[in-house]
Nanobody
Framework: QVQLVESGGGLVQAGGSLRLSCAAS????????MGWYRQAPDKQRELVAL???????NYAESVKGRFTISRDNTKNTVYLQMNSLKPEDTAVYYC???????????????WGQGTQVTVSS
């Protein structure tokens, strides 16, 4: 099994910054991608940023130029640096990874418990 633990959420004023972290643990054979999703009240969960094992990144249009995703593969950790935050960025942010544990011959999707980000105007 793979466990994801997120940290770094909180309350910040518009224009401020936050940095989210997500560490994957367990008997992990390999990790494909790691990413961040968010879900605002009464809205569907949406992709924020993704980092693939090959080093490429993808971002939602709404966060391009403001958010940066990065990975430390030695620690199985992914980060999301969020700058110039806006009230519409308020949501629960979830870490996600597509990883293969040693006990399995296939990779699976794993999710963190979520961390609240609130941006006040």
């Amino acid at each position: 099994q793979v466990q994801l633990v997120e940290s770094g959420g909180g309350l910040v004023q518009a224009g401020g910054s936050l940095r989210l972290s997500c560490a994957a643990s367990g008997r992990i054979f390999s990790i494909n991608h790691m990413g961040w999703y968010r879900q605002a009240p009464d809205k569907q969960r949406e992709l924020v940023a993704l980092s693939t094992s090959g080093g490429s990144t993808n971002y939602a249009e709404s966060v391009k130029g403001r958010f940066t995703i990065s990975r430390d593969n030695t620690k199985n950790t992914v980060y999301l640096q969020m700058n110039s935050l806006k009230p519409e960025d308020t949501a629960v942010y979830y870490c996600e990874t597509y990883a293969r544990p040693y006990a399995s011959s296939s990779p699976y999707d794993y999710w963190g418990q979520g961390t609240q980000v609130t941006v006040s105007s």
